[in-house]
């Protein structure tokens, strides 16, 4: 659920394929989303993303098991990232219509908020008050870090930067915030304390780092770095920037990995093509959405790559999931 934004530059390098297959489906035995005919079921951990070849974006229970279909969409506005409370009980949805401009809209409110200039990511609050997301002022060049109140629709601006600033992810505890941002030479991984005047590098690497995530309990962060062999896999390491490790090392380009809410997966967009060129966020043919376990065992892919699936991320499912979304 991620637009490509021609201003800043993405170290992920992934190659142009072509072709396509159908799009989601029911098991085999017949027990896809639909078969009950009611209100979705509360609680499952369900992994959105947006499939290019069905023009649709899926809410699926991996594997394969549940799909819903997003009906938000229109001609003239159409869904660039999605993120859910943590209770399951509300969706917010940045929409970007024919014109450029961005709304967000809450599942819960009539009203959509404007959001000035261009957003690479949203993410709600823990207790469903705020929404961070990070945004590009065309008219000043200011990449910002920006809270939005979900009952007001006031947006005030945390922190800026002069490089370009990636999707946020809020912990768990809903005390920081934490995002990949340029720091003038290398991309690194910078953590904003609420209430503090701006946010602090959490460590020096010495090369690029992407699209950070924590661990449900918050004591972990995953993210996206360069490996042997020139290819971006997932890293670990401690919510303070220590025992940083590589966990995956397979032949698929990595971006955007996203912590499953009980913690037993990491799903992550990906592509076995041979990176050549590159942009944030991720917006090219040949991507696929994986999963792994957190150790770095049992990867797999849970859409053919062919099939250009954008990763949106994960949601409970609750009562949004039956406002804007048909069982498929």
């Not at 009950?36 to 369900?46: E, F, M, T, V």
């Not at 450029?100 to 959001?115: Q, V, Y």
């Not at 025992?243 to 397979?250: K, L």
């Not at 060129?277 to 917006?283: D, F, G, K, Q």
């Amino acid at each position: 659920m991620y637009r490509l934004l021609p201003l800043v530059t993405l170290v992920l390098v992934l190659a142009v394929a072509c072709g396509g297959s159908g799009g989601a489906e029911q098991n085999g035995n017949g027990k896809g989303s639909g078969s009950n005919g009611g209100a979705a079921p509360d609680g499952l951990s369900l992994v959105v993303y947006k499939d290019t070849v069905a023009n649709a974006a899926f809410a699926e229970l991996p594997p394969a098991q549940r799909f819903w279909q997003f009906t938000g969409e229109t001609d003239k506005d159409f869904l660039l990232a999605l993120s859910c409370t943590k209770d399951g009980k509300r969706a917010a949805y940045l929409m970007q219509s024919t014109d450029g401009g961005l709304r967000l809209k809450l599942s819960d409110r009539s009203e959509a908020i404007t959001i000035p200039g261009q957003s690479s990511g949203i993410t709600w609050a823990p207790d469903g008050s705020k929404i961070a997301l990070t945004t590009f002022d065309t008219k000043t060049s200011v990449n910002q870090l920006e809270l939005v109140d979900a009952s007001t629709g006031q947006i005030s601006t945390v922190s800026t930067s002069k490089g370009a600033i990636g999707p946020p992810r809020w912990s768990p505890d809903g005390s920081r915030i934490v995002f990949d941002a340029s720091d003038g030479t290398l991309n690194q991984i910078f953590v904003y304390k609420i209430g503090d005047p701006a946010a602090s590098k959490l460590k020096e690497r010495p090369d690029n780092a992407f699209a950070p995530d924590w661990s449900p309990d918050g004591s972990a962060l995953v993210f996206v770095a360069l490996g042997p062999g020139q290819i971006h896999q997932l890293f670990k390491m401690n919510a303070d920037g220590s025992n940083e490790t590589q966990i995956t090392s397979s032949n698929v380009t990595k971006a955007f990995p996203r912590w499953a809410p009980d913690g037993s997966l990491i799903a992550f967009a990906g592509t076995v093509a041979v990176p050549v060129a590159s942009e944030r966020p991720a917006l090219v043919h040949n991507l696929g959405v994986f999963t792994v376990k957190p150790d770095g065992s049992d990867e797999r892919n849970l859409t053919d790559i062919q099939r250009d699936a954008r990763l949106g991320g994960w949601c409970i499912s609750g009562p949004w999931l039956n406002e804007n979304w048909n069982p498929k």
